[in-house]
């Protein structure tokens, strides 16, 4: 045990308690059930306080044991992405440039992103190049962080001390109802007057902290809407169509055709969807740097376009 590095040892507890049993945790890690129950044994004797409460049927994490999987995992993603940013340096310095972008982002960005790709594709002399990836903006700062990604457009919130984070544009919401629908007749709509309606929105899990904060908002102007989660545009807009509720969709949605539903601005000013970009400040030097800058230039010269 003492040969063993704290971080190996921190990573056999956690795995045991995600599968809340020393059998399944010792065939994960390839080891033997009582090697692993004595190396457990070992750490709670050197530091004096049980990690696990344990039944014939399952194991549980004690009040000391819930502290230590905690920081032990915080730990054990900093090492991950260690090991995976020394393991894409290369492409970091050198490329090929890999960008992401969330599909949630203004469409007014798109095209500015397809440029860069053909301005920087791959050639046969210079094998170089940009590439775009599509992720939830979980993923995408993820990516950044471990390297796998030069820099991404997100929604925000994107919190991260080692990121740079700029904002490059906010767009506004519009409501989807049906036509003959009472706020159908209105020229634009408030967040209060969702109060008690079925509204078509993205799942909780998708983008936690924007979604807790739009949400957060309506509520705190005393609506009390009926969220229901649903990943596709197209899916909110037959939703509608049929008459189940209504959606809450990004402005620039209001352009899609569909029979029998209308878009409806919605006013409220504290209610929109802000995207950033950003990269890992420790890579600001540098052809990168340049890149990225020069992409956010870019993106800046748009935002009076977005409303």
């Not at 049927?57 to 920081?71: H, I, N, P, Q, W």
């Not at 940009?130 to 820099?151: I, Q």
């Not at 309606?197 to 809407?225: C, D, N």
């Amino acid at each position: 045990m003492q040969d063993e590095s704290p971080l190996k040892v921190n990573s056999l507890i956690v795995v045991i308690a995600q599968e809340g049993s020393f059998v399944r945790a010792a065939k994960k890690l390839g080891i033997t059930q009582p090697s692993l129950t004595r190396r457990v044994q070992l750490l709670e004797r050197s530091i004096g306080v049980k990690l696990f409460e344990r039944t014939s049927r399952r194991v549980e994490l004690t009040k000391a044991g819930r502290l230590f999987v905690l920081e032990s995992t915080v730990s054990f993603n900093h090492a991950e992405r260690a090991w995976d940013l020394a393991r894409y340096q290369a492409r970091i310095e050198n490329g090929p440039y890999r960008v992401g972008y969330s599909p949630y982002v203004h469409s007014a960005f798109l095209p500015v992103l397809n440029q860069l790709s053909l301005l920087l594709r791959p050639s046969r002399d210079d094998p170089s190049g940009s590439m775009l990836e599509s992720a939830l903006t979980r993923d995408l700062v993820e990516r950044v962080l471990r390297g796998k990604l030069h820099a991404a457009l997100g929604i925000r919130p994107v919190v991260d001390e080692d990121l740079w984070v700029q904002p490059v544009g906010r767009e506004g919401f519009s409501l989807c109802l049906p036509k003959n629908h009472s706020l159908a007749r209105k020229a634009v709509v408030t967040a209060l007057e969702l109060h008690g309606e079925m509204i078509f929105w993205i799942p909780r899990s998708m983008h936690p902290g924007f979604y807790g904060r739009v949400v957060k908002y309506i509520r705190t102007l005393g609506a009390q809407p009926i969220f229901k989660e649903v990943r596709a545009t197209t899916h909110a807009l037959d939703f509608v169509t049929h008459g189940l509720g209504l959606a809450l969709l990004p402005r620039s949605a209001a352009h899609i055709s569909h029979i029998g539903v209308v878009f409806k601005p919605l006013t409220d000013r504290y209610l929109g969807i802000e995207t950033v970009l950003f990269m890992r400040r420790d890579q600001r030097y540098g052809q990168l740097k340049d890149l990225v800058d020069a992409l956010f230039s870019r993106l800046l010269s748009l935002k009076a376009e977005i409303n």
